[in-house]
């Protein structure tokens, strides 16, 4: 992987998003991912993180994210559009390409493959207007779709140019999928690659997503067999750190930066 494209969620840090930031660039990322919160942080509007950003030269890799999308009641459609929409020109603001969707946890969803693939063809012409593109992410929750494998075969159906895959190792190896189907792949079709380490023990998927996940080489999985898969598919662009972790917001912004940057060196 390429040291010049590492990037860093700011959701690791436990101080305000200006901070995060200095503290990434200071520690060797070039790029974060952002959150609608972090666009909002400073009663001084969008322009507070802007203006950090330009300062360091930092760029957003990706923008967290859209939920609940694809196969909602078609009363919610046009509502869900106009959300789509609004993050879009958020996006173009921040100057960053790359939206997450999830994939869709609701329980008013529908798990028709068609009515999936036809939703996602739809934001991907949404996406295409405001010269974005959206990267969708199998979550280990996920209601309809969790394995990674299962969307890449949607998204080969939806066959369209906005429409993408993030490959998270931590919902990868949550259900101890088998990673010899990374590498079948098309590189072009991979937006975003994240990591993050687990712990042993058991956890519910959502309590561990979100309090427990480690920085890569801290715990128990093979983060350095899915990038080697992640490699033979030619992937050569973002390589963002995920994690969230209730102690890691503890801590000061520049330990936590240093700390991550460190874990990933072992793996480029």
Sequence with gaps: MDAGKLSCTTVTFGCPVDEAIMAMSQAGFSSTELWPRDYYFSNDGPD??????????????CYQNLRNYEGMPEEQ??????????????????DT??????????????????????????????????????????????????????????IQKVDHPAIGIVLDSFHIFAL??????????????????????????????????RGYRLFPGEGITPVGDFLKEVRKTGYDDVLSIE???????????????????????PFL
């Design 243 to 265: 994690v969230f972790n209730s102690f890691y917001r503890t801590l000061a912004p520049e330990v936590i930066a240093r700390r991550a940057r460190a874990s990933l060196e």
């Design 97 to 154: 390409a790359t939206l997450v969707l999830c994939s869709n946890i609701a329980t008013d969803s529908a798990g028709d493959e068609d009515r999936i693939i036809s939703d996602l063809r739809e934001l991907g012409d949404i996406a295409a207007r405001y010269g974005r593109r959206v990267a969708w992410e199998p979550i280990c929750w996920g209601r309809w779709v969790k394995e990674y494998w299962h969307a890449w075969e949607i």
């Design 48 to 61: 507070a993180v802007l203006n950090v950003l330009k300062k360091t030269g930092m760029s957003v890799s």
């Design 77 to 94: 459609r046009q509502t869900k559009q106009r959300i789509a929409e609004q993050i879009f020109m958020q996006m173009q603001l921040l």
């Design 176 to 209: 101890g999928l088998p990673l010899d189907g990374i590498a079948k792949i098309d590189r072009e079709k991979i937006f975003l690659v994240e990591v993050a380490d687990i712990p042993g023990g058991n956890f519910d998927f959502i309590e561990l997503s």
